[in-house]
């Protein structure tokens, strides 16, 4: 029996452009100005890069050509159990409106029916309208905690303390902090990584650490290792994640501050108590 720990992607998109149960239109897609992919992106295509690179388990995450229609990741979770766990989007940009009284609902349907473990939340593409703490998102988020239900949050760091805010209202939710923050490094720590940091205040939130985002250099990204360095002194490995397969190997192999436990942490059993554990 392998008793090892899991080695989780805890972020991978999935679509399929010609299967009619899963249809994709600009109409109904989420993306910024309607866009539709051309090529595929299947379950089955990450099952075959899970075993190149010797992952267990993949995290699936919202894509935004489905728009608010999540049956494709539904699918997935249900078809591979053991593989797959994945949110789904319904909020925000070109998806329904925050206040929509119907969301509450929305949301217990993905949960319990489509077995989802949650939602993507993306105020990024609406800068100038904080909706995120906006009184008219509260009954959404007591849904959540009601749920156990987990918020993947993808924003610009001048929304930190919009889900600062949240997470401090809504402590049963567990909010997973997408990309960083996507930090400008570039940038005075006071306006970058700094409140990004007091976000480890709130046991209820967690970091995805996508290395490729905040950089500017090549792979392996050695520019943001001391920002990563930090939020792992900050946050602990028990709340931080990993992602992407192109980070794989850097996160496990080549970052020089994580220990082997620490490892154990972010390349999987963090993601299993955050997506998959919810389940029992």
Known sequence: MDTRPPIINAAEHVWV??????????????CPGGNVPNRDYSA????????????????ISGVCYYGTNNDYNSYCVKTWPDKFAAFGLMVG?????PGDPKNPERLEHAILEQGLAGMRLSPIYERETPWLNDPVSYPLWQKAEELGAVFNIFMHPSQIVQVADMAERFPGVKVVVDHLAMIDISLPDSEGIDPLLDLARYSNVYIRASLHNPSRE??????????????????????????NFFEHLIMKEIIPFFTEEDKEWIMGKTALGVYFDRRQ
């Open 44 to 59: 089955e295509h990450l099952l075959s890069e899970m075993r190149i690179y010797g992952i267990d388990k993949v995290v």
């Open 93 to 97: 940009h070109r998806l329904h409106g």
């Open 218 to 243: 090549p792979p392996p990204y050695r520019d943001v290792w001391p920002y990563l360095e930090r939020i792992y002194n900050r946050f602990g490995p028990q709340r931080m994640l990993y992602a």
């Open 17 to 30: 452009t010609n299967d009619p149960r899963f249809p994709i239109t600009p109409q109904a897609s989420g």
